[in-house]
C-alpha cells in the first residue's frame, strides 16, 4: 500500500484516539466540580473543551517521549517495507478498542495505559524484545506507578489541612466559597490535562511520520500536528463522558466543594509537574487517586473501597491487555502487507 496512504490511515486512527480521549479522559477532569455543582454540566464541557487546547498547543515534552523513547521509530522498517506505520496501527487500534470497552461500562481506565502498553506489544510483535527502549520504558512504567501514589498522598494531605484550617467555619460558607474555587481549579484540571494527554497523539503521529522517512526525528513536532491532535481532544472533550462523570463524581465517596477543590489542585499539580519533566502519566489515575486521598482524609470509612478496588484492577490489567491486543492485530495486519 502506498506510504502515504498508511500515514493517513494513521492520522485518522490518532486523531480518533485523541477524539475518544476527550470524552473518555476530560470527564475525570470536570467530574468533581459538576457532582458539587460549581459548574452546570455544559458550561464545565465548554470550560474543559477550552481548556484542554490552550494546554495542548503549549507543550511538545511528552510528544517526543512518546514518539521515541520506547522504540526507536528510525530501526522499524523502510519506506519501502514500513513496518512501523503498521505497528502505530496496531498500537492505535488496540488502545481505541479498550477505550471504548472500558468507556461503555463507565470504568475509568486510563487511555495513557493503553496507549503505551499497546505500543509495547506492536513494537514487540513486530520486531522482538530487542526493539523495545528498556531504559526510557522503564522510565515511563515508573512514573505511571509513582503518580497515582504521590496523588493520593498529596489529596490527603491537602485535604487534611483544610479541615485544620476551616474545621470552626460555618459549613454553608465553607461550601460557597470552595465552589467558587471549583471553577478555577476545574480550568487548571482540564489545563493540566490538555498538556499531557493530547501529545501522545502528537507523539504517536510523529513516530509514524519518522518510520515512513517523511521526517528526519521526533526532536520536532510539526504545528499541523499540535493544532490536529489539540482540536480533536476538544471536540472529544465537548462531547463529554456522563458514564465516567458519574462513577468519579458521584460512586467514590459523596464528594462536597472543599473536597472537590482539594482533590483538583492536587491532581492538576501532579499532572503539570510530570508534563515538565517530560513523563507520561495516567490523568485518569493520578485524578482517582488524588479523590480517594481526599476522601480518606474526610472520612476513611467513608470511601466505597470495593469500586475503589474494581479501578485499581482496571489500571493494572490495562498494559497486559492491550500489549497482547495490539500485538495480535499487528500479527492480522502482517498477513497482508
Same mark, same amino acid.
Given at each position: 500500500?502506498?506510504?502515504?496512504?498508511?500515514?493517513?490511515?494513521?492520522?485518522?486512527?490518532?486523531?480518533?484516539?485523541?477524539?475518544?480521549?476527550?470524552?473518555?479522559?476530560?470527564?475525570?477532569?470536570?467530574?468533581?466540580?459538576?457532582?458539587?455543582?460549581?459548574?452546570? $454540566?455544559?458550561?464545565?464541557?465548554?470550560?474543559?473543551?477550552?481548556?484542554?487546547?490552550?494546554?495542548?498547543?503549549?507543550?511538545?515534552?511528552?510528544?517526543?517521549?512518546?514518539?521515541?523513547?520506547?522504540?526507536?521509530?528510525?530501526?522499524?522498517?523502510?519506506?519501502?517495507?514500513?513496518?512501523?506505520?503498521?505497528?502505530? /496501527?496496531? =498500537?492505535?487500534?488496540?488502545?481505541?478498542?479498550?477505550?471504548?470497552?472500558?468507556?461503555?461500562?463507565?470504568?475509568?481506565? &486510563?487511555?495513557?495505559?493503553?496507549?503505551?502498553?499497546?505500543?509495547?506489544?506492536?513494537?514487540?510483535?513486530?520486531?522482538?524484545?530487542?526493539? +523495545?527502549?528498556?531504559?526510557?520504558?522503564?522510565? /515511563?512504567?515508573?512514573?505511571?506507578?509513582?503518580?497515582?501514589?504521590?496523588?493520593?498522598?498529596?489529596?490527603?494531605?491537602?485535604?487534611?489541612?483544610? @479541615?485544620?484550617?476551616?474545621?470552626?467555619?460555618?459549613?454553608?460558607?465553607?461550601?460557597?466559597?470552595?465552589?467558587?474555587?471549583?471553577?478555577?481549579?476545574?480550568?487548571?484540571?482540564?489545563?493540566?490535562?490538555?498538556?499531557?494527554?493530547?501529545? @501522545?497523539?502528537?507523539?504517536?503521529?510523529?513516530?509514524?511520520?519518522?518510520?515512513?522517512?517523511?521526517?528526519?526525528? #521526533?526532536?520536532?513536532? $510539526?504545528?499541523?500536528?499540535?493544532?490536529?491532535?489539540? #482540536?480533536?481532544?476538544?471536540?472529544?472533550? &465537548?462531547?463529554?463522558?456522563?458514564?465516567?462523570?458519574?462513577?468519579?463524581?458521584?460512586?467514590?465517596?459523596?464528594?462536597?466543594?472543599?473536597?472537590?477543590?482539594?482533590?483538583?489542585? =492536587? &491532581?492538576?499539580?501532579? +499532572?503539570?509537574?510530570?508534563?515538565? %519533566?517530560?513523563?507520561?502519566?495516567?490523568? =485518569?489515575?493520578?485524578? %482517582?487517586?488524588?479523590?480517594?486521598?481526599?476522601?480518606?482524609? @474526610?472520612?476513611?470509612?467513608?470511601?466505597?473501597?470495593?469500586?475503589?478496588?474494581?479501578?485499581? +484492577?482496571?489500571?493494572?490489567?490495562?498494559?497486559?491487555? =492491550?500489549? +497482547?491486543?495490539?500485538?495480535?492485530?499487528?500479527?492480522?495486519?502482517?498477513?497482508?502487507?
Amino acid at each position: 500500500m502506498d506510504i502515504y496512504i498508511l500515514v493517513g490511515i494513521v492520522i485518522f486512527l490518532a486523531l480518533g484516539f485523541d477524539f475518544i480521549n476527550g470524552f473518555h479522559d476530560t470527564a475525570n477532569a470536570i467530574a468533581t466540580s459538576v457532582s458539587t455543582r460549581a459548574l452546570s $454540566p455544559r458550561l464545565a464541557i465548554v470550560v474543559a473543551s477550552v481548556m484542554n487546547f490552550v494546554g495542548a498547543m503549549l507543550f511538545t515534552g511528552i510528544a517526543k517521549t512518546i514518539g521515541g523513547k520506547i522504540a526507536d521509530p528510525s530501526k522499524l522498517g523502510t519506506p519501502d517495507h514500513p513496518i512501523g506505520v503498521y505497528v502505530v /496501527i496496531a =498500537t492505535l487500534l488496540g488502545a481505541i478498542i479498550w477505550n471504548l470497552l472500558t468507556w461503555w461500562v463507565g470504568i475509568p481506565s &486510563s487511555s495513557s495505559h493503553a496507549l503505551i502498553g499497546a505500543l509495547t506489544g506492536a513494537v514487540v510483535s513486530a520486531a522482538g524484545l530487542s526493539a +523495545i527502549n528498556s531504559s526510557g520504558f522503564i522510565d /515511563i512504567i515508573k512514573a505511571l506507578i509513582l503518580s497515582p501514589l504521590i496523588a493520593f498522598t498529596g489529596g490527603f494531605i491537602v485535604m487534611w489541612i483544610l @479541615k485544620q484550617i476551616f474545621a470552626k467555619s460555618s459549613p454553608h460558607q465553607v461550601n460557597k466559597m470552595f465552589r467558587s474555587g471549583q471553577v478555577l481549579t476545574a480550568a487548571f484540571q482540564s489545563f493540566t490535562h490538555g498538556t499531557n494527554d493530547a501529545q @501522545k497523539a502528537m507523539g504517536i503521529i510523529t513516530f509514524a511520520l519518522v518510520t515512513a522517512g517523511l521526517q528526519d526525528n #521526533t526532536d520536532h513536532i $510539526p504545528l499541523w500536528v499540535k493544532v490536529s491532535a489539540a #482540536t480533536a481532544m476538544a471536540l472529544g472533550t &465537548s462531547i463529554g463522558g456522563w458514564k465516567i462523570i458519574k462513577t468519579m463524581g458521584t460512586k467514590i465517596f459523596k464528594i462536597e466543594p472543599i473536597n472537590g477543590f482539594a482533590a483538583d489542585i =492536587t &491532581s492538576a499539580t501532579v +499532572i503539570l509537574t510530570a508534563t515538565l %519533566t517530560h513523563l507520561p502519566v495516567s490523568t =485518569t489515575h493520578v485524578i %482517582t487517586s488524588s479523590i480517594l486521598g481526599v476522601g480518606s482524609a @474526610k472520612r476513611f470509612s467513608a470511601v466505597k473501597w470495593g469500586l475503589a478496588g474494581r479501578i485499581v +484492577i482496571s489500571w493494572v490489567i490495562t498494559i497486559p491487555i =492491550t500489549m +497482547i491486543l495490539a500485538a495480535l492485530i499487528y500479527q492480522v495486519i502482517a498477513l497482508f502487507e
